[in-house]
């Protein structure tokens, strides 16, 4: 996902509301897709108290090689 102007959705792209919430930011950077499989992997073993409710990754298209992982906490 991407932030946008809350009037504003990109074509070909659905917006959606984000929750309020402790969240963990886990930042991938590298080649892509193996340093986003990293992050996730290292997250599942991470031991951090999820919540299960509703992780998401964002991504800045201004930062080339680099994504976010936002991981709901408990």
Sequence with gaps: GC????????????RVKITGGKYAVVTAR???PEALINAWVAIWGS????????????????????????????
Excluded at 9 to 14: E, H
Excluded at 48 to 65: G, H, S
């Design 47 to 74: 031991g951090l108290p999820r919540a299960f409710t509703q992780d998401f990754e964002l991504l800045d298209p201004a930062k080339a090689n680099q994504e976010e992982i936002w991981i709901a906490l408990k």
């Design 30 to 32: 590298g080649e892509m």
């Design 3 to 14: 932030k946008t102007k809350s009037n504003e959705t990109p074509p070909g792209l659905k």
